[in-house]
Every structure is written in C-alpha cells, then in structure tokens.
C-alpha cells in the first residue's frame, strides 16, 4: 500500500516547453488535490477532483489543466512552462467523509529556466 | 473566505526547550483545524487534529487546544528534540471535510 505516489521527483524545464505531473493512489479516495508550494507562501490550491469525470479549479489554476479518467491517477498538465511555475508540487487525497485527513505524496520539484 | 495564520518563522531552540507556534483561523461554520509536519525533502503529514471546540489533539508529545472563543489552535511541546525540526503548518477544513487552507508554514530548528 503506498498510498499517493509522485512522479517525477525532479525536472528542469526550459521556458515555453510542457510536461505532464504524474499522481497514482491506491487508496481508493474520492477525493483528489494538487497544490503547489513556495517558499514561505503555505501550499496553495490548484485543482481538485471530486471523482472520475469531475473536476474544479483551486486558488491557482491558471497554466495548469488537469483530468481525471480513473479514481486512481490525477494528471497535472502543464502547457507552456514559465519560470513563475517554479515550485514544489504535491498531490494529496482525502476520502470526503468529513474530518479526515489528507495523504500527500513526496512532491515534485519543478524548474522552469 | 477562510483564511489560516500562523507566526513568522524560522524558530530556533535548543534542545530541551519548550515550543510554541501560534496559529489562528477565520472560518465560518465549524471547520476542523490540523497540524501538519514537513520534514525535509517529503510530503506533508499529519501531526494532530481536533474537530470541534475544546477538543485537543495529541501527538508524539505535541498539543493544540481548538479554542473557537480565540479562533486559535496554537501548537505545544514541553521539550523539543533535534529530530523535531521541520515546517509546521497549521490547516483548516470546511464543514463537510473537503476543502483545506493552509497557513504559510513555520520552519522550526533544534539545536543539540
């Protein structure tokens, strides 16, 4: 059971290039979170999905997209990499049930240059 | 909307020493309030949580206390130790558990 695995772990990206970020669960949860997080800024949110099929934006969706064909996998795709997407990004889950916790994942660094 | 704040880092002790990292929360409704612990090059785990007023969560000797009067959740820990040093980030969740907000994180360092 590894719960909410992240791949890749690392990138450097030149500007303009696109990249997919991989987030794979086994945990069966509805519920799942992309966020980023900068230095000294918290984590914040940048799409979320409530199931197969469905999915919103967070607090920072713009030049990102996203998808969610099965309850395990939550691509995050980025189109034209700049250098403000520069951060750490993590995937999380959570079952929905009210009061649960998230499970995040290792992170990916990301460099956009 | 809501919104989490917690105290400007980094925070730096010694060994043996008492912590507190204060937060404070504004939310409507009845949120519950987290503590999550990053160390370095991993994820986000949780630390403790409490789901209503007055409830205290505990964990690996930390404290926090859901105080609705204060909106405060404020991090305890009656002696740090040097594997205690990470980001400590104070959270909330809605009413129905699925949207989180985080605070900005407060880096703590223990010195031997």
Redesign the interface.
């Known amino acids: 059971n590894a719960g909410v695995t992240q791949t890749p772990k690392f990138r450097i990206l030149k500007i303009g290039q696109s990249m997919t970020l991989q987030c794979t669960q086994d945990m069966n949860h509805n519920y799942m979170y992309w966020y980023r997080q900068d230095p000294g800024m918290g984590l914040k949110l940048i799409y979320y999905s409530v199931g197969a099929g469905i999915t919103d934006k967070g607090e920072v969706p713009n030049g990102y997209n996203v998808s969610r064909s099965t309850t395990e996998d939550f691509p995050l795709r980025l189109e034209l990499a700049a250098p403000s997407q520069t951060s750490v990004y993590f995937c999380a889950i959570n079952s929905g049930r009210g009061n649960e916790k998230l499970f995040f994942g290792s992170g990916t660094q990301l460099s956009v240059l | 909307g809501d919104s989490?704040t917690q105290m400007e880092g980094p925070v730096t002790l010694s060994e043996e020493a008492f912590l507190t990292i204060n937060c404070t929360y504004t939310a409507t409704g009845y949120p519950?309030l987290?503590w999550?612990v990053q160390y370095p090059?991993?994820?986000?785990?949780?630390l403790l949580?409490a789901?209503k007023a007055d409830d205290k969560g505990s964990n690996k000797g930390f404290e926090a206390t859901y105080r609705k009067e204060t909106t405060s959740f404020h991090l305890e820990k009656g002696s740090v130790q040097v594997s205690d040093s990470a980001v400590y980030?104070c959270a909330l969740?809605d009413n129905?558990?699925?949207?989180?907000v985080?605070?900005?994180?407060t880096r703590l360092s223990v010195l031997p």
Request: charged residues 10%.
């Open positions: 989490v519950s987290f999550y090059g991993e994820g986000l785990q949780l949580k789901t980030f969740s129905y558990g699925q949207n989180f985080f605070g900005p994180g």
